[in-house]
């Protein structure tokens, strides 16, 4: 037995946690991972010494360390394992807004959305917007290189990363970049933790880039009587114009928005493509009549229009709330595949073969503007037949994806739910190099073992 007593020491007064009652909590993210084992104690850091002293004694006992911020992870990249420090940063929440960099010093802990306040104060944005921002944490965005639905014209989470102090596998904490748009010195070490999953180290504090408060956007919203339209649309779409969000639902995704807001969605409607244009001036009018012009030529149903911010604000709520309506139909298996948009069409026509393939409900709501689907699989855990088709499912889904040219996963991470198909995505000489950096950085291989690799 591991005696606690030295970490307790190194910490401040209740920031250890080995109660396995309050424990619980800290044992899987929101994928819910069955596989999910009860650690050793759970670390509340409130500093990067904090963190430090966790991964020190974790190294010296040979003991795995699971990083954990706001827990909303889809992947199973904060999954507990038995025996393992859980070090959770989710108090961590220190906001520096610094309006002359246009940059905001944040700690992990944060939550997306209390970035975007912060910024707003001084009349400044961060752009990256996952539909989960009002619960995720910045720690959790690294992490997996978030993205969000306005990364069609703005980017995602490593497009604002300027710099980091990330706590190494031996307890050495190491500054990585800082306010600077540009800097080319040395290796580019900062990008690499980016996306890592809290394999090659711990972040504590993130540089984050800032720009100008955004526009009021226009909104679009067009329903079609196939997905092929709808996906035929989106790909003429981008060809000419840049929106600031190009969202797709299925029929199966409005259907469950509508049964919770019964805000008058089309529950006929095959799709429907959620649209905005923050150009300044006469210039947003312009590109949403080229969108309603586009939308028409592949056979929209209907194509509505809106100026007003609470219409507007009210259709990307529907699309941001599709994961959560869906959850009272059963459990979920979320996926994140993402293909060049020319195979967007097959992709979506594929997820719907697989789930009459399967006998299972697949609803599709994508970011349709950068190819990044997020299929939801639905699934009764109680009936073993319902559940083996399901898995069937979705390892089918991510094979397509991969097939098609696309990704195993866009913005989630691969966490410990994908790491079976990591291999067939990245190919044995890209496995291999991932597999160096990772030793290379982690010999002991405590740093989030069984996520990824």
Known sequence: MVDLAPLAAALPEGALVDDVERMDKYRRDRALDPAAGTPLAVVRATSTADVQAAVRFAAEHGIGVVPRGAGTGLSGGATAQDGCLVVSTERMTAIEIDPLTRTAAVEPGALNVAVKQAAAAHELWYPPDPSSYEICSIGGNVATNAGGLCCVKYGVTSDYVLGLTVVLADGTAVELGGPRLKDVAGLSLTQLFVGSEGTLGIVTRVVLRLVPALRAPSTLVATF???????????????RLRPSMLELMDRTSINAVEDLTRMGL?????????????????????????????????????????????????????????????????????????????????????????????????????????????????????????????????????????????????EHGVGRLKRPWLGAYLGPEA?????????????????????VF
Do not use: W
């Open 431 to 451: 496995l291999a190099l991932n597999e160096r950096v990772k030793h290379a950085l982690d010999p002991q291989g405590i740093l989030n073992p069984g996520a």
């Open 225 to 239: 009587g196939s997905l092929d339209e709808a996906t035929a649309a989106v790909l003429d779409l981008t060809r």
């Open 266 to 410: 089309d529950r006929a409607a095959e799709a429907m493509l959620v649209m905005q244009s923050d150009e300044p001036g006469t210039r947003a009018a312009e590109e949403i009549a080229e969108m309603a012009k586009v939308c028409d030529g592949h056979g929209a149903a209907a194509v509505f229009h809106t100026d007003d911010p609470e219409e507007g604000a009210a259709f990307v709520a529907a699309r941001r709330m599709v994961i959560p309506a869906m959850e009272p139909r059963g459990s979920l298996l979320l996926e994140d595949v993402g293909v060049p948009l020319p195979q967007l069409g097959a992709l979506v026509r594929g997820i719907a073969r697989i789930a009459a393939e399967q006998d299972v409900v697949i609803a599709v709501v994508a970011h349709a503007g950068d190819g990044n689907t997020h299929p939801l699989i639905v699934f009764d855990p109680a009936d073993a037949d319902e559940s083996a088709r399901a898995s069937a499912a979705y390892g089918a889904v991510m094979e397509l994806g991969i097939a098609l040219g696309g990704t195993i996963t866009g």
